[in-house]
Nanobody
Framework: QVQLVESGGGLVQAGGSLRLSCAASGRTFSNYAMGWFRQAPGKEREFVAS????????YYADSAKGRFTISRDNAKNMVLLQMNSLKPEDTAVYYCNAGSQYLGFSGPYWGQGTQVTVSS
């Protein structure tokens, strides 16, 4: 059974930083994309960032470019999201996703989500 478990969310002031982690178990995703999506209250879930194997290609939403950095540790089957210069509009539940063959598109596996709240 595949499980994705996120951690690292929380409350931070605008301009601050958070680091999200996602650990996968049940299968490896070294040949597939892993990434992050988010969903704010009253809005649809949207893509944030995704990456193929460690050191491979990355893809970011325009809202994340220059502020967020995605990385992977294939040996640990993990994907990380370093978020800097956070803004109140980054407030959302952030979901780890895995299994897509294409950057920017979701795969079939989702985590339970972790709340990120940015206060102004």
């Amino acid at each position: 059974q595949v499980q994705l478990v996120e951690s690292g969310g929380g409350l931070v002031q605008a301009g601050g930083s958070l680091r999200l982690s996602c650990a996968a178990s049940g299968r490896t995703f070294s040949n597939y994309a892993m990434g992050w999506f988010r969903q704010a209250p009253g809005k649809e879930r949207e893509f944030v960032a995704s990456m193929f194997r460690s050191g491979g290609s990355t893809y970011y939403a325009d809202s994340a470019k220059g502020r967020f950095t995605i990385s992977r540790d294939n040996a640990k089957n993990m994907v990380l999201l370093q978020m800097n210069s956070l803004k109140p509009e980054d407030t959302a539940v952030y979901y780890c996703n895995a299994g897509s063959q294409y950057l920017g598109f979701s795969g079939p596996y989702w985590g339970q989500g972790t709340q990120v709240t940015v206060s102004s």
